[in-house]
């Protein structure tokens, strides 16, 4: 089975401090997805990935960045963090043309 | 663009009680249609999916969902529910022309009493 990985389940964090979430899945799939999961508001794609050093911008990219330089990793930053990006944060990958993702665990990140 | 409507954000329900939640979507192309279930503190795992044939799909633990491209619906059934089935359940779809990307619904909180 593949499997994605989410390098923490739960994370506590002070406000202003660089945050970096990472995500690794292990059958070399070309797609790689962050999501953030809100009560009330689903799930809000924040970054996507097609290949190795490519990111694109999801729905809601504010106060964050990507970056992608093996195919395996996929890391969600978060350059100064806000109480507004404590959330529950889902990393994907698929494979390219594949239909469906395979999730992580997800990080539930607190920002105090 | 596609988008997806879980009409139901939240489904109490009695053990063994049947149970619908409904998934309606809108797109100006064909789509593949997705089930998630997401346990409490956990990800999202597929439960089914339709990506063409029958339009009626099961999954292993005795849900399904129908297909129906005149009401653009792929509303979820189990005739009898555990406990063990409280959940969140996430309708997505995805263009089947080109890529993959997932649109997802608000997701519906199941909620089985004893």
């Known amino acids: 089975d593949v499997k994605v990985t989410q390098s923490s389940r739960y994370l506590v964090k002070r406000t202003g401090e660089k945050v970096f979430l990472e995500c690794v899945q292990d059958m070399d799939h070309e797609n790689m997805f962050w999501y953030r999961q809100d009560p009330g508001l689903g799930l809000r794609l924040i970054y996507f990935s097609y290949d190795v050093k490519m990111k694109e911008k999801g729905d809601i990219p504010e106060g964050y960045s990507v970056s992608r330089e093996k195919k395996e990793r996929f890391s969600l930053i978060l350059e100064s963090a806000s109480t507004n990006q404590t959330s529950m944060y889902l990393c994907?990958?698929?494979?390219?043309?594949?239909?469906?993702?395979?999730f992580g665990s997800g990080t539930r990140l607190t920002v105090v | 663009a596609q988008s997806v409507t879980q009409l139901d954000s939240q489904v109490p329900v009695f053990e063994e009680a049947p149970v619908e939640l409904r998934c309606n979507y809108s797109s100006s192309v064909s789509v593949y249609l997705f089930w998630y279930v997401q346990y409490p503190n956990q990800g999202l795992q597929l439960l089914l999916k339709?990506?063409?044939?029958?339009?009626l799909v099961e999954s292993i633990n005795g849900f399904e969902a129908e297909f129906n491209k005149s009401q653009t619906s792929f509303h979820l059934r189990k005739p009898s529910v555990h406990i063990s089935d409280t959940a969140e359940y996430f309708c997505a779809v995805s263009p089947n022309n080109a890529g993959n990307m997932l649109t997802f619904g608000g997701g519906t909180r199941l909620m089985v009493k004893p």
């Open positions: 339709y990506l063409s044939g029958s339009t």
């Open positions: 994907a990958s698929s494979l390219k043309g594949a239909r469906g993702y395979t």
